[in-house]
């Protein structure tokens, strides 16, 4: 049992929200038609299972992604186990996660709204600090710098083996937690979030 | 007399990642490069199996040398470190 507050009550400020589980607006999920996109998403999935089988252990597909994806160019390796975890439906690597928000770009690019969204590179905020990294929260406050009045940011997070997405509507400034498996915030996510987030919506 | 050419033992390599220092190290040509992969995993406290390593756009194989790759000095060689999830 959870706590559900529904999309008519607004919170007037993100304190309010914070700790709920807001439901999701509906103007934020897009919904295709889905019967006639059927056939051609099974070829689709078919052909990717027999691409992975071709492909050699030791070979590897570099892509370069555009800037204006992450805020800057970045280049990805896609492996065959990448490929394999998606046929098995096991688990999502990073560069899958990359790979899907550059196919979403050019997606959102073709109906001209591309400008109403900003994506984080999920490498610069998920994961463990290590040695001989740079820090992360200032790219994750630099990325931040490049937001626009009333942008939607999409910042996909990794809170160790699993995956959750966090919204940042800065027209109503509101942070939207997505969970697949409905636990709690994380706590450094939340954090960070208060840290930067909050700014953010000053500026706005 | 000119002195004769010494043969070239060692390359260094570059082993870069996104968003991490670069870091150079020294390898004899003979080596299997799997020494290679742990010397830069425990420099930077990684967990070998989670991070892959390409030469070329080719993933290098344990076993395989500089020589192998026909790796000269100065050479890029790319860590990936991966985050899994469900």
Known sequence: MYKMKSDQTDFLILGEAVGYEV???GNLVLVGDEATSKNVELESIELFFAYAK??????????????????HKIQISLTREDMEYVCEMQELSLTCIMLYI???YVAVKETNLDSRFLFVDPSIVSGK???GEF???????????DAKAGQLVFVPYNIGFHWVLVVIDLSSAMVFYFDSISEKIDKTLQLVIDTYVIQLFMIF | MPEPKKEKTHVTVKVQRQHAVDVFIRVRLDLPLRELKLAYCNRLGLDCDAVRFTYNGSRIHDHETVSDLKMEDGDVVDAWYDVLSG
């Not at chain 1, 071709?54 to 805020?71: A, K, N, P, S, V």
């Not at chain 1, 820090?135 to 710098?145: G, N, V």
């Open chain 1, 23 to 25: 439901a999701c607006p």
């Open chain 1, 54 to 71: 071709l492909l050699q252990y030791e070979e590897t597909i570099t892509i370069m992604l555009e800037d204006g994806i992450f805020g």
């Open chain 1, 102 to 104: 550059s196919y979403l």
């Open chain 1, 129 to 131: 600090f290590k040695s």
């Open chain 1, 135 to 145: 820090s992360k929260p200032p790219l994750f406050a630099r990325r931040l710098r």
